[in-house]
Every structure is written in structure tokens, then in C-alpha cells.
């Protein structure tokens, strides 16, 4: 077949085998060529279609290698991070008590705060210190040997950063019991609140505390109720002079990282417990500038710097100043206010409630001050006027009276001790002398002795009070010759300073004179028994032994007397005083004009009266032995111009009332309060016309 040449277009020469339509042939031939090609498949095309599987597959395959490979790593370090963390787990779980308690380094506390006391018997207590513990000795980091391999030495430096990042760990303990050391009684238990405490691996020197971290404890504890071995504890820790404590947990429970820190889910994968700990704490009581050595028996270290009894509209209000030393002076305490009652003592009788109200104790270096505030509790039981008296007598007597002290909160915590009476005792009734005194024979024989009593009664310092003495019961001796009388400067002259509650802080209390009053060797009580009805007929005392030089006679009447009380106030600007006059020895009210009310207060701080009561030939008893002593007074005022002055000495009972301290009830006349054996001395002017 003859082909068209390329160029077949114009007007060339046609052949037989042209074909009369070129275009057709063309056609035809070019159809022929396109189905010949589309037969044959594209060479390019073909060859990325066979190569795009197998790119894959390979693809696929460098993945899940390296996926196995890195899982692999992960699994090795997984593993080998378990059996690392095992193996300080171990240690730690293996560490000794004695390595945990050099461990947990504790310095303090440096306050402690008692927060509020809780009606079921708990105390709350805020205390701060530094805290942290040494991982070195947990984990036995301390063996650094230079002949240890490497891999013992990259698992102590893995361990010690870890810890490093680890940073702290939450402690949960359990129940916390404190026992003195030698003895299986329990002090008291507490419980702590969930706390946190630092970690290091490089605690420096021993003496270099910088690393620990300030730490608030809070702790809820409950005190022993029994009282008895609370006090023992006390006193035998100051006679020691040391706190020696055996502290037990029953268990304890460890959470790395903080409650609420960053990483706190993966720290607290970090645990540790342990159960049935016990630590020993000695901790030795420093010395106190001014005060004695610890071995003073610690009762007397409690003083009653100053107190006021004052009445007010019908009540008795508290006042008082107490103060004993901090033996754990370099701690900052507080506290808030404590509510107290204090019963009276006298068994087999039941305590008898006295006085209530609050303590607030204040920090006044290197004591505590304990600022009192109360009021006096109105009695009105049977028993009442009988344990107050003698209450009052042994006070005044210079006898501690045994009372018991209690806080509501802590119902069952009664502690007993001593109320600290006035040194030296004071000299309630003064100035004693008997006005126009006259003695005369008895009918059936023996002598009597009449006359009118004046004697001024002074309370001690603080007692602002009005007391209305309704009866006395004297037993006195009679002496020829007057007997030295104690200077009023003795019990006048305090230094000025004050009774009432001073404000803080409290300067030094001035030095008292001692008392120049004789000793009276009269051992015995007045028959005056409070709230019983004396009985005329009962045997007076015995008589001192021996008897005293130059007294020959006693006068002891058979019965209370009647007894009035005369206040040095009458009247809004006079106050009155009573003076004795030296001629006559006659009892003088003698008024004295004032620019201010009138105020019933000696000048050694203390309520004054003058109380009076008259005699009626009561019998004057001769004293064995002593005929001549009694017949050479009689001579002497019988040739004496001025008569001849007598010496009394003796003690006498006061029944007295006081207007807010006992009530009678309903019905009843108002109960009285009666002393007994307060001392007394005088002398009186007996003339001719008393014979």
C-alpha cells in the first residue's frame, strides 16, 4: 500500500492507488494507530502503580519497628524503675527506729498556741517548730566508700535526686499516747491533723539547721482525768529538772508530694507505712534568772501576788494576781481565757463551790502571770458556814486551807492544792482594852469581872468588805503590868503599794517586816463550833503549859456575847476614829473632818471597825499557882493614885455577817460566820473605883 506522502495537500498528481477522499484515509489509519495504542498499556503509568504497595508496606514496617524498639526501651525503663524504687522502698521499709528517730530532725517548738478548750474533755493545740528529714539515713546514703563500684554510686545519685524532686511527703499518723518514762500510766493522748515534712539528701553539718522548713502542727489532745498523776508528773519534773516522756503511734502513713501540690497524683504513687513506733524525749528544763534551782518543790513557786474582795451591790466580786514561773521560757505560749471554779475542802463534807470565773494567762518573762476575775459564789447549804469558817480561820491563822480547782471543760480534772495565806499572819483585832473594868466577889465566892470590850478589827489587805460582827466569845489572860504592844508600823507599812489588780507588768513586791507579836502557847480551840450551837456547860480549854510570866487570872465567859459593830464612817464627810485616852483609858470617838467620801479602809488596805461588847460580872478565874501574882495587882491599885495598868493577852471567837457571802433560806434567819482563835493583846487601866 502506497502511502500519502506527509505534504498531500494542493494540486499534486493523483495515482491509481490514491484514494479520492485523503482525509478518509488519514482517518482510518490514525483510528488504527489510536486502538493499537490504547491496546497497549502506558509505561510510565503502569510502573507506579506496581511501586506505591510496596513503598508502603515498608513505611509500615520502619514504624512498627521503631514502635517495638521504644516500647521495649520504655518497658526496660519501666522495669528498671520499679525495681530502682523497689529497691529504695525496701530500704526504707527495712530502716531501724533508732535510724528513724535520727532521721526526723525536730528543732522547737518555738510557740505554742492552746487554740480553744472543747467541751468533751480536747484540747487544741497549735505548735510551731522546724522540721525535715534526713533521707540519707532512711535510704543509707551515709555509707559513701570510695571502693564502691559506679553502679552503686549512680543508684545513690538516682536516689538522692529523686528525692530532690520529690520535695516533701504528707504524713497521716495515728493515735499519739505520752507516758512518763518509767511508768505504764498514760499522761494524756492526742491526735494529729495531716501535716507536711520536708525531704533532703544533703542536710549539711550536723550543727546546720538552715534546711529545715517551718511547720504548723495542730494537735487535738486529750489530758489524763486523773489529777493525782498530772501533778506527781509535774512536781517530779521540776525536782528533776528535765521532762523525761516515752511517746508511742500506733501507726503511721506516708504519701509523697503535698495534698494539693503540682504532681501530686504521681508523688503520691510514692507510700510508706509503719505501725507500733515509740520514741524517748528528754528534754532538760533551763534555768530561771530569779527563781530557785528546779529541785524547790514546785507548790511554793506558785505566788498570790495580790487579790481584792470587793462588794458590790450585794455581791462579791474576785480580783487576783497570780503568778509562777515558765519553765519553758524560750517557747512563745498563749491562751485564750479559762473558766475555773474552786470548791472549798473540809471531809469528810463534800466540796463546797466557792468562787467562778476566768484566767487569762499572760506571758510576762520568765514568769506567767495568771490575772484572775470571779465572783464569789453566795452559800447557802447546811454545811456551808462551817467549812467557810474554817476556811477563813486556817487562812488567817497562817495555815494553808486545802482547796480544789476545776474547769468546766474538764469536768473530770479536779486538781487539789493550797491556798497561799497572807505572811506573816495578819493581826485581826487590835488595840484591845476593856473600858471602866470592875471586878467584885461572887456571892458563893471567886471573883467577877465586868466592863465594856473595845477592840478595832482590821482586815487584811484586799477584803473590801463590810462585816457586821454580832457576837464574840474572848478567852483571855490577865498579866500584872502592861506587855509590849507590836508597833503599828509592823503591819501599817507596805511601801505603798497596791492591794487591787495592778497592770502588768508587775514591779517586785516590797519585803514585809516580820511581826513583833509574842508567840501565845495556847494550843486549843474555842469551843465556838460554826454552824453548831455551842453548849454553856462544856470544859473550857485547858490552860497553855507553862503558864505565861505574870499572868494570874482568866477571864473566859460561858457564852457568846453580844457584840455591836461601829463603823469609822457616819455620814457622807465624816469619818470617825477611834482614839484612847491616856489619862483615863476611856474609848473616844472623835470625829475628823474629810474632803471625800468616807471609806472604811485601814491604812495597811483593809476593811476597819470598831467592835464593842459589854460584860456582866463574868467569872475572873485566879490561875493555879499564881495567889501571889493576883494579890500584888490588887495592892497596887488599891495604893496606886492612878490605879495599875493590866496586860491581856487571848484569843477570841467573832461570829460576824457579810452581806453577799451566806444566804439563809427561805424562811430562815441569815446564816453567821464565825472565827475562831484569832489572836488579840492590850492592856487596860484597872483604878480604885473598879474594886
Not at 525503663?77 to 524504687?85: C, D, E, G, K
Not at 526504707?92 to 468533751?120: F, N, Y
Not at 463551790?353 to 518573762?365: A, D, E, H, N, R
Amino acid at each position: 500500500m502506497t502511502s500519502l506522502p506527509k505534504d498531500a495537500k494542493g494540486k499534486g498528481r493523483a495515482t491509481e492507488t490514491t484514494p479520492l477522499l485523503a482525509n478518509q484515509a488519514n482517518l482510518t489509519s490514525t483510528g488504527q494507530a489510536s486502538a493499537s495504542r490504547d491496546l497497549e498499556p502506558a509505561p510510565e503509568h503502569g510502573d507506579d502503580r506496581a511501586q506505591a504497595p510496596t513503598g508502603r508496606r515498608a513505611f509500615q514496617k520502619t514504624l512498627l519497628n521503631i514502635f517495638l524498639v521504644s516500647l521495649t526501651v520504655v518497658v526496660i525503663l519501666f522495669v528498671a524503675s520499679v525495681l530502682l524504687v523497689y529497691s529504695y522502698a525496701q530500704r526504707a521499709r527495712g530502716v531501724s527506729s533508732d535510724d528513724l528517730e535520727r532521721a526526723i530532725i525536730w528543732k522547737g517548738p518555738s510557740s505554742v498556741d492552746v487554740v480553744e478548750v472543747l467541751d468533751d474533755q480536747y484540747v487544741v493545740l497549735n505548735v510551731r517548730g522546724l522540721l525535715g528529714v534526713d533521707t540519707n539515713i532512711v535510704l543509707g546514703f551515709n555509707s559513701d566508700h570510695e571502693q564502691e563500684n559506679i553502679y552503686v554510686r549512680w543508684w545513690r545519685d538516682i536516689g538522692r535526686w529523686g528525692v530532690g524532686f520529690l520535695g516533701a511527703v504528707t504524713v497521716r499518723a495515728g493515735q499519739v499516747v505520752a507516758y512518763e518514762a518509767k511508768h505504764i500510766e498514760p499522761l494524756a493522748r492526742a491526735t494529729l491533723k495531716e501535716f507536711v515534712a520536708p525531704l533532703t539528701a544533703n542536710p549539711g553539718e550536723p550543727w546546720d539547721d538552715s534546711w529545715l522548713r517551718p511547720v504548723d502542727l495542730t494537735i487535738i489532745a486529750q489530758p489524763s482525768q486523773d489529777a493525782s498523776l498530772l501533778q506527781r508528773f509535774a512536781e517530779e519534773s521540776w525536782a528533776k529538772g528535765a521532762l523525761d516522756l516515752r511517746m508511742e503511734v500506733d501507726k503511721v502513713n506516708v504519701r509523697g508530694g503535698t495534698p494539693h501540690g503540682r504532681g501530686s497524683w504521681w508523688r503520691g504513687m510514692v507510700t510508706a507505712r509503719k505501725t507500733d513506733l515509740a520514741s524517748r524525749i528528754r528534754y532538760k528544763l533551763p534555768a530561771l534568772p530569779g527563781f530557785p534551782n528546779p529541785h524547790q518543790p514546785l507548790a511554793k513557786l506558785l505566788q498570790l501576788v495580790s487579790y481584792s474582795v470587793i462588794q458590790d451591790d450585794g455581791q462579791l466580786s474576785l480580783y487576783a494576781l497570780a503568778t509562777i514561773p515558765n519553765p519553758l521560757d524560750s517557747i512563745k505560749l498563749s491562751f485564750p481565757d479559762i473558766p475555773y471554779e474552786v470548791s472549798l475542802l473540809s471531809p469528810p463534807l463534800d466540796p463546797l463551790p466557792i468562787s467562778s470565773g476566768t484566767v487569762s494567762p499572760k506571758l510576762t518573762s520568765p514568769n506567767i502571770s495568771l490575772p484572775i476575775t470571779g465572783r464569789v459564789i453566795p452559800l447557802s447549804s447546811p454545811d456551808s458556814s462551817f467549812i467557810l469558817s474554817e476556811f477563813i480561820g486556817d487562812f488567817l491563822s497562817g495555815i494553808p486551807p486545802p482547796i480544789a480547782i476545776r474547769c468546766p471543760l474538764l469536768p473530770n480534772l479536779t486538781i487539789e492544792t493550797t491556798f497561799p495565806p497572807p505572811d506573816p499572819p495578819p493581826r485581826v483585832l487590835r488595840d484591845v482594852t476593856i473600858k471602866q473594868m470592875s471586878v467584885s466577889v461572887a456571892p458563893g465566892g471567886g471573883m467577877l469581872a465586868s466592863g465594856t470590850i473595845w477592840a478595832k478589827m482590821v482586815l487584811p489587805p484586799g477584803f473590801h468588805l463590810t462585816i457586821n460582827v454580832t457576837h464574840v466569845w474572848p478567852d483571855v489572860l490577865v498579866f500584872d503590868g502592861p506587855i509590849e504592844l507590836p508597833p503599828e508600823d509592823d503591819d501599817e507599812d507596805h511601801g505603798g503599794f497596791p492591794v487591787h489588780l495592778p497592770h502588768l507588768p508587775l514591779p517586785d513586791l516590797p519585803t514585809l517586816p516580820t511581826p513583833k507579836v509574842p508567840e501565845l502557847p495556847w494550843h486549843h480551840r474555842l469551843p465556838t463550833f460554826p454552824g453548831h450551837p455551842s453548849n454553856p456547860k462544856d470544859d473550857p480549854p485547858p490552860l497553855p503549859t507553862p503558864l505565861p510570866a505574870r499572868a494570874f487570872a482568866r477571864i473566859r465567859p460561858t457564852d457568846w456575847i453580844t457584840a455591836t459593830t461601829l463603823e469609822p464612817c457616819e455620814g457622807d464627810l465624816t469619818a470617825r476614829s477611834l482614839e484612847v485616852d491616856n489619862e483615863e483609858w476611856i474609848a473616844v470617838e472623835r470625829p475628823t473632818p474629810t474632803l471625800k467620801e468616807c471609806d472604811p479602809v485601814d491604812e495597811s488596805g483593809g476593811w476597819t471597825a470598831t467592835v464593842t461588847a459589854t460584860v456582866e460580872k463574868v467569872p475572873l478565874q485566879v490561875l493555879p499557882g499564881r495567889d501571889k501574882e493576883f494579890r500584888s495587882f490588887i495592892n497596887k491599885v488599891l495604893w496606886s493614885r492612878d490605879g495599875a495598868v493590866a496586860g491581856l493577852r487571848g484569843v477570841s471567837g467573832v461570829r460576824s455577817k457579810v452581806a453577799g457571802l451566806l444566804n439563809g433560806r427561805q424562811g430562815e434567819e441569815e446564816p453567821t460566820l464565825e472565827l475562831n482563835n484569832l489572836p488579840f493583846e492590850g492592856n487596860v487601866l484597872v483604878g480604885k473605883r473598879g474594886l
